[in-house]
């Protein structure tokens, strides 16, 4: 006799529609951490744009961040939980760069409505002449193809966060050719993104040069600390936002690393707050006795991925494999020298050199390859550098592998499938 199968009764109209708005929430508010500066060109600005009153209320009650929204764009005002963390910033930028940068959103700011790229080189070189940055040691033509090459580094930058946007030109031919008018670029500037490029609570022009802080760490803390409420509510709301900034901002938040009424707290309420912001998120909790991560299964919330493609995300999963099980055997902290982990990846050569890039498998290249992957690692919260070498996190534990499992393999095939 033929049995049907039951028909699965059909969801209510008004539980769909919640879980459509749910699922579009979520879609909004994990575009919003990955890319806080939007542009309408942006996937899922239309999202944003119907769920910013849900976002706004969100985002200040979890993490204390003011989310704006318009139709020229969305600006979510995602501060770090560590200023000083060295590990954060743009790819390949260092000072001389982000002073580049700078420069390039005062002319911006200042120019038409389009702007070519020469043009932009020629007003940042006036900008640069000035003598207080002569004096500290800045200087900026465009005579070289290194500085011209170090403009559109900062060009693609602006394009990326949709500041700019192309019209006609090339970035390429401009380095190549000594900058001529044949090998500009034509942009049209987006003045609402640019203007909330900083995320800043003040602007740092609103000091006086004699009233600034001199200290790095104070002057950061200025710029971004906001208003909090000198009540107990108030130090408790401060608190839960800067545990939660670090909990979707970095890859790890270790416990010894807060402060002592801190650990209290976040000991006590991190299983509660893990539940709320994974609802929210869709990231799933790994809670351990050091601390407590938000990962996210899809990889999409990170950027730096593992495992992942090429020769350094490979030579960094191995390196991690080879730190991880030297931590399980260790019976007290430990500290591994790069000259180990350089020795480590030269006899890997040997096994994997065929699958590596030729440069990486070239005698000494190893050392150049450790920098990279020991970067990779600590950007990824698994080791901290120190003094010639690296201390082991507890977290690069995951990526130890345990014992061999030998199974029987000559039962039936059928008896797998059971």
């Not at 260092?94 to 020469?118: H, N």
């Not at 000594?178 to 900083?198: N, P």
């Not at 995320?199 to 609103?206: D, E, F, I």
């Not at 130890?400 to 393999?409: D, I, K, P, W, Y």
Request: aromatic letters at 6%; proline letters at 5%; one cysteine or more.
């Amino acid at each position: 006799m033929n049995v049907r199968s039951p028909v699965p009764a059909a969801r209510p109209v008004g539980e769909l529609q919640r879980l459509q708005q749910h699922d579009e929430f979520r879609r909004a508010l994990r575009a919003l951490l990955l890319r806080p500066l939007m542009s309408p060109q942006h996937p899922e600005f239309a999202a944003v744009r119907r769920q910013a009153e849900r976002l706004r209320e969100w985002f200040a009650r979890e993490a204390g961040w003011p989310l704006h929204v318009d139709r020229e764009g969305a600006r979510l005002f995602k501060r770090p939980g560590n200023l000083l963390d060295a590990t954060r910033g743009l790819p390949d930028y260092d000072r001389r760069r982000y002073v580049l940068l700078c420069l390039a959103c005062a002319v911006l700011e200042r120019a038409d409505p389009q702007i070519t790229l020469q043009l932009l080189g020629e007003r940042i070189m006036q900008e640069a002449a000035d003598p207080a940055l002569a004096a500290l040691g800045y200087a900026f033509t465009l005579r070289s193809a290194s500085e011209r090459r170090e403009l559109v580094a900062v060009c693609r930058t602006l394009l990326e966060q949709g500041v700019l946007e192309r019209v006609a030109g090339d970035e390429e031919s401009f380095v190549h050719d000594s900058g001529g008018q044949q090998s500009d670029a034509l942009y049209d500037v987006q003045r609402r993104l640019l203007a909330g490029l900083l995320a800043t609570v003040r602007g740092p022009s609103t000091w006086p040069v004699e009233e600034a802080p001199e200290d790095t760490a104070a002057r950061l803390d200025a710029l971004v600390t906001a208003h909090a409420a000198d009540s107990e509510q108030g130090r408790r709301d401060a608190l839960r936002h800067e545990l939660t900034r670090r909990l979707l901002d970095d890859p790890v938040l270790y416990t010894d690393t807060l402060a002592p009424h801190a650990q209290a707290y976040f000991i006590n309420q991190r299983g509660t707050m893990a539940a709320r912001l994974c609802e929210a998120t869709g990231l799933i909790a790994e809670q351990r006795a050091e601390g407590l991560a938000l990962a996210d299964a899809s990889g999409q919330l990170t950027d730096v991925a593992m495992p992942a493609e090429g020769t350094d995300a490979h030579a960094t999963l191995l390196v991690a494999e080879y730190l991880a099980q030297r931590l399980r055997q260790a019976r007290a902290p430990l500290h591994v020298a790069e000259e180990q982990i350089a020795a480590f990846l030269r006899e890997a050569v040997d096994r994997y050199g065929r699958y590596w890039r030729k440069s990486a498998r070239a005698p000494g290249a190893e050392r150049e390859l450790t920098q990279i992957v020991l970067d990779r690692l600590q950007r990824l919260s698994l080791v901290a550098r120190e003094s010639g070498g690296v201390r082991p996190l507890p977290a690069l534990a995951r990526f130890s592998l345990g014992e061999a499992e030998v199974r029987n393999v000559s039962a039936p095939l059928q008896a797998t499938l059971l």
